[in-house]
């Protein structure tokens, strides 16, 4: 009796501890974008005085409205186009990927393994930045958009893990469809995609959150500013250059002071508050998405 009281005070104690480290690692994640954000709400005059240490001081929003309302900044732009590639590229990646995977896991597709090979090639070896920037002028995708839809549209790590995913699957379910005269379309259609619905899931957030943070394909490829992602925006606003005449100045609105520590606290905010806003939605098919895609070798 003794013994079974002390294992379960170990149990107890065992389940706080790790009950208090992760909160620990989830206030570590978690202060980075608050303190972001609270910088991007203080009153500019404490930020000066360097009087603020953590929560917001003087709580306003300005900075937000003046860095998506003021045209140098083109944020509001930047947002735009960075929103118009994910949601493309995402749902081209989804598609290209998953019906790639699919062909692959047909085994009477005799050169799958050819192919599959093919692909971890590509993932392995890099070729450099300058001949994939003479192939991608060649195709013209400099200063084309679809520079961030078409050429990475096929992720090899996500395509084995869908692929693997998918050869999971039970077959009889398949078997079953042949007999009652389903094709290949069909069994794609009636059978694998209701039953993916948590791979799919996984590798759209992968897509989306990628996409969206890319950051060195537009600043190589995208010229135009009316092209930019909010990503490049990013890099202006906070970078600042005193030789194109983009450096802050002190801006003073109704008796706020902005600075340039609560504009470029507000531009690094707004750009990472979509994602942030969607990982809780979608965090639920990670682990069961990720496990079930990698069950298989």
Known sequence: MSRSHARLKRKKLFDYVNSAVLLLVAAVCVYPFLYVFFVA?????????????????GFNLKAFAYILTTPRFNVFAGMRNSFLYTALGTLVSVASTYITAYVLSRPRFKHRYWLMSLFVITWVFDAGIIPQYIIYNQFGFVDNPLVMIIPGAINTQ???ITKTFLDGIPKELEEAAVVDGANDLGILRRVYLPLSSTIIATISTFYAVSIWNQYLLP??????????????????VVITNSESGTTFKNVVIDGITLNQQNLKAAAIFIAMLPIVCVYPFVQKYFKRGVLLGSVKG
């Open 41 to 57: 709400t203080t009153d500019g005059t404490y930020l000066a005085r360097g009087e603020m240490t953590f929560l917001p001081m």
């Open 158 to 160: 996500f395509l084995i």
């Open 219 to 236: 600043q190589i490829y995208l010229k135009s500013d009316n092209l930019k992602t909010i990503q490049q925006v990013i890099k202006d």
